[in-house]
C-alpha cells in the first residue's frame, strides 16, 4: 500500500521567512496530492492540492510543487506569518477515474512554528 | 447546517469494554474515513469506505471494526482487542475524484 514521508518533523522560522515541508510517496498509481493544516485544537482543513499532471500549483503565499519522477511534493509558505503557525499534513491519493479507491494516505505531520 | 459530526467530543470506557464512536454527514459524500491521531504520529488511517456496504481496512485496523449501513453514517466500534485505544479520533469525508476531504471535530477517547 501506499506510505507517505513527510520532513521535517518540526519546523521553526522567523516572521517573514520561507517554510518548506516535503514529502515522499511510494505508490506510482497515486495521482492527488493535497495539503491540510490543522492548527490547535482544530480539525485539519485543505489549503492547497495538486493533481499529477500539474508540476506547480500556487494560491497566494503558499504553493505546492511536485515531481512525479522522484515521486516527492513540496509545500512552500512565503512571508511566513505567526498564524501560518500549525501542524501541516501532506497526504497522497487515487483521484477520478475508473482506478480510484479513495484510499487516503497522510504523512506524520510537520509542527510549523513562526516566531514573531 | 451541513457538515460532518462526531459524537461525543470525550469518551471514557474501561478496560475490557467495547465503544462505538458515531460519524455522521450530510454532505452526500460516497467515502467516508476513520484515522487515529497520535502524538508525532500523524493521521494514521483505521478504515475506509467507499460506498454503502463496503469498507477496507487501513494500515492500523486490528481491534477496530466499522459498518456501512448508510451513506450518512459510518461508526466505528474500538474493540476490546485494540491494546492502547487511548487516542484522538477523527472522521472525514469526501466525494468522488479529486477532492477536498471534511473532517469531524474528533472524539477523544481514554481508557481508565
Known amino acids: 500500500g501506499e506510505n507517505v514521508e513527510q520532513h521535517p518533523s518540526t519546523l521553526s522560522v522567523q516572521e517573514g521567512d520561507s517554510a518548506v515541508i516535503k514529502c515522499t510517496y511510494s505508490d506510482s498509481a497515486s495521482n492527488y496530492f493535497p495539503w491540510y493544516k490543522q492548527e490547535l485544537g482544530k480539525r485539519p482543513q485543505l489549503i492547497i492540492d495538486i493533481r499529477s499532471n500539474v508540476g506547480e500549483k500556487k494560491d497566494q503565499r503558499i504553493a505546492v510543487t511536485l515531481n512525479k519522477t522522484a515521486k516527492h511534493f513540496s509545500l512552500h509558505i512565503t512571508e511566513t506569518q505567526p498564524e501560518d503557525s500549525a501542524v501541516y499534513f501532506c497526504?497522497?491519493?487515487?483521484?477520478?477515474?475508473?482506478?480510484?479507491?479513495?484510499?487516503?494516505?497522510f504523512g506524520k505531520g510537520t509542527l510549523l512554528t513562526v516566531n514573531p | 447546517d451541513g457538515g460532518i459530526t462526531q459524537s461525543p467530543k470525550y469518551l471514557f470506557r474501561k478496560e475490557g469494554q467495547n465503544v462505538t464512536l458515531s460519524c455522521e454527514q450530510n454532505l452526500n459524500h460516497d467515502a467516508m474515513y476513520w484515522y487515529r491521531q497520535d502524538p508525532g504520529q500523524g493521521l494514521r488511517l483505521i478504515y475506509y469506505s467507499q460506498i454503502v456496504n463496503d469498507f477496507q481496512k487501513g494500515d492500523i485496523a486490528e481491534g477496530y471494526s466499522v459498518s456501512r449501513e448508510k451513506k450518512e453514517s459510518f461508526p466505528l466500534t474500538v474493540t476490546s482487542a485494540q491494546k492502547n485505544p487511548t487516542a484522538f479520533y477523527l472522521c472525514?469525508?469526501?466525494?468522488?475524484?479529486?477532492?477536498?476531504?471534511?473532517f469531524g471535530q474528533g472524539t477523544r477517547l481514554t481508557v481508565v
Open positions: 472525514a469525508s469526501r466525494t468522488r475524484g479529486y477532492t477536498e476531504a471534511f
Open positions: 497526504a497522497a491519493s487515487i483521484g477520478g477515474g475508473g482506478g480510484s479507491n479513495y484510499k487516503l494516505t
